[in-house]
């Protein structure tokens, strides 16, 4: 029997998780923002704005929802930093700590990192490729729950975005965390070119923070995913998507499989067979213009705990 990935109740909810508005360093204002992505058929957004929590619940109603956000960053040298994303379903403008710019003397980047988790925050990595921080960092550190795959204003910037690598070689190493896709506007270049899909079991604040610390989301800057399933009886792994021209199953180990459509065809599904000696499977969509997908992993050691 074919089970979801995703929960079989619930609402899909589009939403671009990391930005500025004039609040710090962005070009809009929070009100023009939201009226961007009202329009374009967003669900909800996070104003992740520098080292100042804001919830914007004044911007917030029944159909879009602002999440309580902020963005940290811990700078080492004119070109290397640390900059980690904190989500809340909170209704406050304050953290339980003092919210303000640490420098490296001050802080570590993981102690920065515990300091927003112990406020109840989900925290994610920014742009680890464009803020040059070393394996062995990104590798040691610990206790958040996100990861930029993709942050289309760093790509626009240096090409800087894509970590999809990086994020691979984490999940060898054991690490369970999730795959984001942002925009982390601050300019009109950087809009609408990053976002995740989760599926919430309503539309709500506390509803999308769940499904975010569920994983019950996936990470695109173009493809949608429609399903991904897998039949633990036959150990078949199924995926349905929008028209792409590849479909990519990254396992470990050993290696996955990748899938082409036809010359001037698409496709929109796809399966594999498991070996069984998988730690994780995940897979990723590309479309005709080379935009992806990338689903969340199922990971087969916490399954098999259950
Ligand atoms: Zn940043
Ligand atoms: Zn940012």
Not at 269 to 292: K, M, N, P, W
């Amino acid at each position: 029997m074919r089970t979801s990935y995703f929960p079989k109740n619930g609402v899909w909810l589009k939403g671009n998780t990391h930005g500025h508005s004039t609040v710090s360093d962005g070009r809009f204002t929070p009100e023009e923002l939201v009226r961007g992505y009202r329009e374009r058929g967003y669900s909800f957004l996070a104003l992740t704005d520098h080292n100042v929590l804001a919830a914007h619940d004044d911007l917030s109603d029944e159909k879009f929802i602002l999440l309580t956000g902020l963005e940290h960053d811990i700078e080492y040298s004119a070109g290397k930093c640390t900059h980690v994303t904190g989500l809340s379903a909170a209704e406050k403008t304050a953290t339980n700590y003092l919210c303000r710019r640490y420098s490296s003397r001050e802080k570590s980047d993981q102690q920065l990192i515990h300091m927003m988790c112990g406020d109840g925050q989900f925290v994610s990595l920014a742009h680890p490729v464009w803020s040059r921080m070393s394996w062995e960092e990104i590798l040691s550190l610990e206790g958040y729950q996100g990861f930029e795959v993709y942050n289309n204003g760093t790509e626009h910037l240096c090409h800087g975005g894509n970590a999809e690598v990086l994020w691979d070689m984490l999940l060898r190493a054991g690490k369970k965390v999730f795959a984001m896709a942002v925009d982390d506007q601050h300019v009109a270049e950087d809009l609408y070119g990053g976002w995740i899909w989760l599926k919430a079991a309503e539309r709500s604040k506390q509803a999308i923070l769940d499904a975010l610390w569920a994983g019950s989301f996936y990470a695109s800057n173009g493809p949608d995913i429609v399903d991904f399933a897998l039949d633990a009886e036959t150990g078949e792994v199924y995926v349905t998507c929008s028209p792409c021209r590849e479909i990519h199953f990254v396992t470990y180990e050993p290696r996955g499989k990748s899938i082409f459509a036809k010359e001037g065809e698409t496709i929109t599904e796809a399966s594999f067979h498991l070996r069984g000696t998988e730690s994780y499977i995940r897979v990723v969509c590309v479309d005709q213009e080379g935009h992806s997908a990338w689903s969340n992993p199922i990971f087969f050691d916490e399954r098999a705990e259950k």
